[in-house]
């Protein structure tokens, strides 16, 4: 009798725990099989979001694409208004340096040729030269070689040269005979004298030098 209650006692007890272990199965695998569908879900909606993302870099770099053509568009005609003005302005820049290097050149010829006058002039009075107040030429001479070489201080600053000429063999890239002289004494192509002086600029013909030159007698 005694085993009887105690039998029924138990036995309920082992039915609930089955109970209760077949329901916590049930529960883990539908656990289970609904967070492999949420998996599911959340990589669907990373890969359509990661497809949105994609097509907005698209869209931007599009965008940017666009951009970039519209500003190139509108900066030609800017840069090229530029650079014309630019190059307005070196040739404007370069003719006036030329013009004031053709002023400066001149008067420093006019300064060449006045001393050589003076001296010559000094040379042909002899001793008639005594009647002249004493010093007046020699303070001519000394005034016009004072200017010569401040004029040539300042191109030499510059960079610009006299073109040796005297001496020298005709060089057609630098020099352009103007006269002949025939001997027989020296080498043809020789320059004998200058009539006109040339220059040039850092190591540019900026003018050719007129030089008399030898011929042979026929």
């Not at 085993?3 to 309920?12: F, G, K, S």
Request: aromatic share 4%; hydrophobic share 40%; charged share 35%.
């Amino acid at each position: 009798m005694a085993e009887q209650w105690r039998l029924a006692l138990v036995a309920p007890s082992d039915e609930a725990a089955a109970a209760e272990s077949a329901a916590d199965l049930h529960t883990l695998l539908a656990e289970l099989i609904a967070l492999k569908q949420e998996v599911r879900l959340e990589a669907r909606g990373g890969k359509t979001a990661r497809a949105e993302l994609d097509q907005a870099v698209g869209e931007f770099r599009q965008g940017v694409d666009h951009v970039q053509q519209q500003a190139q568009r509108l900066l030609d005609p800017l840069v090229r208004e530029r650079d014309q003005l630019r190059d307005e302005m070196n040739d404007q820049l370069e003719a006036q340096r030329r013009s004031w290097l053709e002023l400066l050149l001149d008067v420093r010829e006019a300064l060449v040729r006045g001393e050589e006058t003076s001296g010559q002039a000094a040379r042909r009075l002899g001793w008639r030269r005594w009647f002249v107040p004493r010093g007046l030429l020699d303070g001519l001479l000394e005034g016009y070689r004072l200017a010569s070489r401040r004029i040539d201080g300042a191109l030499d600053a510059r960079g610009v040269r006299p073109i040796e000429c005297v001496g020298q063999p005709v060089d057609p890239e630098r020099m352009r005979v103007v006269d002949v002289v025939q001997s027989d004494s020296l080498p043809e192509g020789r320059v004998v004298e200058v009539v006109r002086c040339g220059y040039t600029c850092k190591e540019k013909v900026i003018r050719y030098a007129e030089v008399r030159a030898v011929v042979r007698r026929p």
